[in-house]
């Protein structure tokens, strides 16, 4: 039977706020909490004080760059990171993996998509959280 | 579970259904939820004795959704659609379980598993088939529910169901499963997945017509993996996001029988309300890519236009 957990929560960090506004009514929830910032080191600060367990994040913010910011968050967690970007060069997502993404979407992206690669890091995120007893899965430190 | 409703924010859902499934729970529940979230719920029901225009100005609805098969029924949701209302579940995607050819195709293609399944123009012809595929399982090739089922028990048996010989009509026949007279629904609403096992409304007291018993109490059961994956698969090959699937647990592993449009989701806890939930996320998410416009929106989004 489908049984309702506590909810999920997921932080997308994207320049764009119409993409932000889309993230929100798209993947908020079913099961997930979303907070939506749009710039890198906001973006930073809200993971530290939100604890998230799954990010989303853009590669180009207008302060810092994504690839930055995953940089800086991969220095502190190994919460799962979903890369969304208008790039779509094999260099970029290379790029992107070497730092320590989880998953690159390329925009424009196909939303049921999108949701189940969210849903599919959502569920792994559960599985290290009971195996490590913490509450969020940002709390698995890198 | 319902995402907290903006006060000022409000709309229209436009409900077709048959009058046979106007008293269901789901459906009560589901316009309750809706009145709760501020939004309200124009209910169409189709009729034999009423006559419908097209182009005539749309319903103002957010989200046009269809409950049954009734033609009327399916004509005014195809109408609301080419009006640019979005539909919950689309003319195509109903068009696509409809027609029982095409649904065991578009299975098939998906590697889902499905019993062996032929089609012809009237079921005597199934005769020619070799006796080793018997005992087989005739219906119309559009029918609903458990409607015009039949047992062929062996070639000879082809003779004993009644069709018009006007070449209008399609039979399909699929090898009978033995599923100890149980079936498995997987119901989905959107990502939400249950599964529930019930009696088999349909016996059969040798080759024939099929005798159509009572429903006997459906049981929500555990949903395992592998039913989540073949009820995620069989709703998104047909782009359905209300949907039934029946399956065939047999000794020799799982088929799908079919795949339904916006089921009953009996002994599904909450159907109402998860029915009212994606329904809003829906429209609302049509109203943005609305206000986003086109080429902004596909900017973004793939397939949302």
Redesign the interface.
């Known amino acids: 039977?489908?049984t309702?957990r506590p909810a999920m929560r997921l932080l997308a960090i994207d320049g764009?706020e119409?993409?932000l506004?889309?993230l929100r009514?798209?993947l908020?929830?079913?099961g997930v909490e979303i907070t939506t910032v749009s710039g890198g080191s906001s973006g930073l600060a809200s993971a530290e004080q939100y604890e998230p367990d799954l990010i989303v994040l853009d590669t180009v913010l207008p302060d810092l760059s994504g690839y930055e910011v995953l940089r800086r968050l991969r220095e502190r967690t190994d919460v799962p990171v979903i890369v969304l970007s208008g790039r779509d060069g094999h260099v970029d997502k290379v790029r992107a993996f070497e730092l320590g993404a989880d998953d690159y979407v390329t925009?424009?992206?196909?939303?049921?998509e999108l949701?189940a690669r969210v849903?599919a890091q959502l569920r792994r995120a559960r599985r290290w959280m009971r195996r490590e007893g913490v509450r969020r899965a940002y709390a698995y430190a890198a | 579970?319902l995402?907290p409703t903006p006060r000022e924010e409000t709309g229209t859902i436009g409900l077709i259904v048959e009058r046979r499934h106007l008293e269901a729970r789901a459906l009560a529940e589901f316009g309750d939820a809706l009145a709760m979230a501020g939004w309200r719920l124009d209910v169409v029901v189709p009729d034999a004795e009423s006559v419908y225009g097209i182009g005539a100005d749309p319903p103002p609805w957010d989200l046009a959704m269809s409950r049954g098969r009734d033609l009327a029924g399916l004509g005014i949701l195809a109408t609301a659609a080419a009006a640019g209302i979005p539909a919950l579940n689309s003319p195509a995607a109903i068009e696509l379980v409809r027609n029982k050819i095409a649904m065991n195709a578009t299975l098939l293609r998906h590697g889902v598993a499905v019993p062996a399944t032929w089609f012809a123009h009237h079921p005597r012809l199934f005769e020619r088939l070799d006796g080793s595929v018997f005992p087989l399982v005739v219906k119309p090739f559009d029918g609903d529910g458990s409607m015009g089922i039949s047992l062929l028990e062996r070639p000879q048996d082809a003779g004993l169901v009644s069709a018009p010989a006007d070449g209008r009509r399609l039979f399909v026949a699929q090898t009978l499963l033995d599923t100890g007279g149980v079936d498995l629904k997987l119901y989905g609403i959107?990502?939400?997945?249950?599964?529930v096992r019930k009696p088999s409304p349909v016996a059969f007291d040798g080759p024939g017509p099929a005798r159509i018993v009572a429903a006997g109490p459906s049981e929500?059961?555990?949903?395992d993996g592998a039913m989540r994956e073949m009820a995620i698969t069989c709703g998104?090959a047909f782009g359905l996001e209300l949907f039934g699937v029946d399956v065939a647990v047999t000794p020799h592993g799982s088929m799908v029988i079919e795949v339904n449009d916006f089921p009953t989701y009996s002994a599904v806890?909450g159907a109402g309300e998860a029915l009212a939930?994606h329904a809003l996320?829906t429209a609302?998410?049509h109203r943005?890519y609305r206000s986003?416009g086109k080429d902004?929106l596909?900017?973004?989004?793939?397939?949302?236009d």
């Open positions: 039977m489908a309702r764009d119409v993409l506004a889309l009514l798209a908020g929830g079913d925009k424009p992206f196909s939303l049921p949701e849903h | 579970m995402t959107g990502r939400d997945i249950w599964a929500l059961i555990e949903l998104q806890p939930a996320r609302r998410l943005f986003v902004r596909r900017s973004l989004v793939r397939g949302a």
